[in-house]
């Protein structure tokens, strides 16, 4: 049997700011090893395993996402398959019966497993093997969702209450009903009672049985999302859904616009461990810690720190704490986040606030990843600007002028192909070029190893949007996006 | 009556680090408003008063702040007077013994105000009439301690006991004795008692009288110093103290030493405000607060947290604080120190940890100060490295060459003077250079706006120390700081 697995990775993740911001989400972030949580999800969810295969991927993200999903996956060797382009943030619902209608599209009898990619899964098999075992149901029409045995009375998750406890014996389950995020007595009344499973929004089904319950229970969404699918764009290897029905459709979860109403479900028992990092409480729970349960990660010292997060996610950014005790402090070159660990859910308002002063924090990494490869500010000042560029080989910017500001540049490492006006030459380490205000300029990496250059810009206004754009390989416009 | 001030500026105060740090400490800080807590010390003890005046004062400083104090000085208008540079810290009995000599050396009958440069006197009108109080008992042979009205059962401090509490009627108070720094309930004692000062470390005394004073009680240390200022060194304006003498002193306080064994003592008493800023807590008590008793400096948030202190040092750095109680949490753009604020007197250890693992944040500042201008680092990578350097005007860098890496410099604000081997021209805004790996070269600044230089290196070696000078204003060697 083959399983299309349908990653949802359009997520903004700002519970875990500063480390996730909505210019760069937390699935896309190395949290919690080398890969990223999107690569991690994505190796789980491919190859072969007893009784199926999984096929390449449908990956569902946001615009400003598409060039570090498939560049994640490049680096990881997945083959990206469909990448579905949301004109905007609907919650899973819309997401999910898109994912649903393409898969469809090539193959009636399609069967998904459909899973956030920002969620932690430490053993991949364990978790393969949970999936085989839902298979049969699905066979049967049930559409299965992953219940996690919980080891905790869990306020922030809804549950689901089985019929009876699993008892390893029957695959699958029968489903009583959802219970909603519940208080800490119900909590721990369900951890107690031992028929009730953490709901992971993970799920297992065919796409015809999940559109056919849409059309049952949120008849409302299939239209829209139909002809979303159906005008969607395709643009350099990724498809566009299209934005006009896109934005008719209600900003609902999967679980309240369809499972919930559902009656053909089961629910796969699964006890190996998983955790959606929902804040940096749940980080601090899944690290490794110290006698006195502090978590370190970086350059952090911590000194009589008890039950404690210090993390630094910069090598040159050292984290001292000292006598704290359920305290998280997360420090970042632009951004540091200091909290009581209790507080972790406020987290989200705290970025709110910035967001309303206009702290560039808010929303954006000092670093901006583009497709050719990413840049930095180093300093920036009344009129100049100071930026580390970094092309990986063959990567191409477009061919620009602006009118405010000259620029030089400098090759620091690999050599660069440089286009000013008519005139292209290379540019090897230790070279350098002026490129006056107005001209038209490009600037490619024709070698084998990343380009690192040096800009200097000076003039009376530095801003990105100063850009006129001739050609452009990725299909930017102008005064978008570099 | 002509009074000299004694500016003590050689503390290395890590207690407030990481703003403080020893190669950069705490006296030369804007930590609580736009001077220095040096530059308002010694505009303090500058001018006229009721019944006195106060002369250029004497500074006692390190090698490595000499530029920094003089700096400072020449900014709030105050003539330097006399700089002696410690070869070494050696606690404040020998410096005091130095700058008395020198005093005397000028006039036999010379009052000295000794200060540290590091403490917070907001009424600074105040603080110059206690000094008036102090002048008859000093007239008479008396040496004067400044005993601050407690308003807390401090335990960090040394006590002054007097023989009755101080009632506005005399100018000066007998000492009965000094209490060392006590335990909680002896501090409580003392408080509730009346006739308890702190002890400020403020002396007013007769030069003559301090000598004399020593040669009785620490004979060992009168020796050594003398030597020391008759080897003294003159070094452009600064006057360099013999090492070789100074070498075998004692690191001692002028407390231990000499006063705690004098008779002659009276105590002037001070009620106006003061903090010797011993740490964040104190910084913490000295500034003014939200409603939940929590301080905010710089781009720091807090929601609801109380009594805590919550300080950004960067204008690009956000901080933003949870669900807080007793916490400090201090960031700068490359050291972030969170702590419980009971714990403030351990930053101290904590900097020994980082010292001991070699993390340069333990003493250095990003931005490294010259007597040119200054410099930091904006970027640094396996074979390239990216500096700012700013020249204030009239400053000029060492003509020199390096072994190991070329340069590339460009002017993005203000004008230099760039000598590469014997060729001399200006550079403008948004020109640039090239210099040779081995060519010689120097920069100045013959403008009147500070120059503001990007300069990018590329070699295989970028260390500071790669450096042949062969000429230098500033009269430094091969391969000691630029």
């Known amino acids: 049997m083959l399983i299309t697995p349908v990653l949802l990775a359009g997520g903004s993740g700002t519970r875990l700011w500063p480390a996730s911001r909505k210019a760069y989400p937390k699935q896309f972030v190395p949290l919690t090893g080398e890969n990223t949580l999107f690569q991690a999800s994505a190796l789980r969810l491919s190859g072969e395993a007893p009784g199926y295969r999984f096929a390449a991927p449908v990956v569902v993200t946001g615009s400003d996402f ?9 680096a990881i060797g997945v083959d990206p398959g469909t990448v579905l382009i949301e004109p905007e943030g609907r919650n899973t619902a819309p997401a999910i019966l898109a994912a649903a209608l393409c898969a469809l599209d090539q193959d009636p009898q399609a069967v998904l ?14 978790f393969r093997d949970a999936t085989g075992r839902g298979l049969e149901a699905v066979r049967q029409g049930q559409m299965v969702l992953f219940g996690v045995a919980p080891n905790r009375p869990e306020t922030g998750y809804g549950w689901l209450e089985l019929t009876s406890a699993p008892d390893g014996e029957m695959p699958v389950l029968p489903l009583r009903r959802f219970v909603e995020k519940p208080d800490a007595t119900r909590a721990a009344q369900m951890l107690a009672a031992g028929n009730y499973l953490w709901n992971a929004g993970i799920f297992l089904f065919r796409a015809a049985d999940i559109l056919a319950a849409a059309e049952t229970h949120a008849p409302d969404l299939v239209a829209p999302v139909r002809a979303a699918v159906k005008q969607a764009r395709p643009d350099l290897g990724f498809f566009r859904l299209a934005p006009e ?8 979860s999967i679980d309240y616009a369809v499972m919930e109403k559902a009656d053909n479900l089961a629910v796969v028992p699964y006890g190996a461990g998983w955790s959606d990092l929902g804040g940096w409480d749940a980080i601090w729970r899944d690290s490794p810690a110290d006698a006195q349960g502090t978590v370190t990660t970086g350059p952090a010292t911590a000194l009589d720190c008890r039950n404690s997060l210090l993390r630094s996610d910069s ?7 000292i006598g704290l005790e359920d305290i998280m402090a997360i420090a970042t070159p632009d951004a540091v986040l200091v909290a009581h660990m209790s507080r972790a859910q406020e987290v989200k308002q705290a970025v709110e606030a910035l967001k309303a002063r206009g702290a560039p924090q808010a929303v954006q990494f000092p670093r901006d990843y583009r497709p050719w490869g990413w ?4 300093a920036l000042a009344d009129r100049f600007q100071v930026k580390r560029i970094v092309v990986k080989p063959g990567g191409t910017l477009s061919l620009q002028s602006h009118f405010h500001r000259a620029e030089h540049w400098i090759v620091v490492s690999g050599t660069a192909r440089v286009t000013i006006d008519d005139e292209v030459r290379l540019l090897a380490e230790n ?3 002026y490129i006056p205000l107005g001209v038209k300029h490009r600037m490619e990496n024709p070698g084998k190893v990343p ?5 200097v810009q000076t003039g009376a206004y530095l801003g990105e949007d100063d850009i006129i754009r001739f050609e452009d390989v990725y299909a930017r416009g102008q005064g978008a996006k570099g």
Chains 1, 2 share one sequence.
Do not use: K, Y
């Open 66 to 74: 598409r060039f570090i999903a498939t560049e994640q996956l490049a």
């Open 113 to 126: 497993l459909v899973a956030p990619s920002d969620h932690v899964v430490p053993d991949a098999a364990a």
């Open 245 to 252: 029905p896109w934005a008719r459709l209600r900003d609902i």
């Open 315 to 321: 090598p040159g950014l050292e984290l001292v704490g």
């Open 375 to 378: 840049f930095e500010t180093l």
């Open 431 to 433: 070279q350098s070029v």
């Open 451 to 455: 380009m690192v250059l040096i800009e």
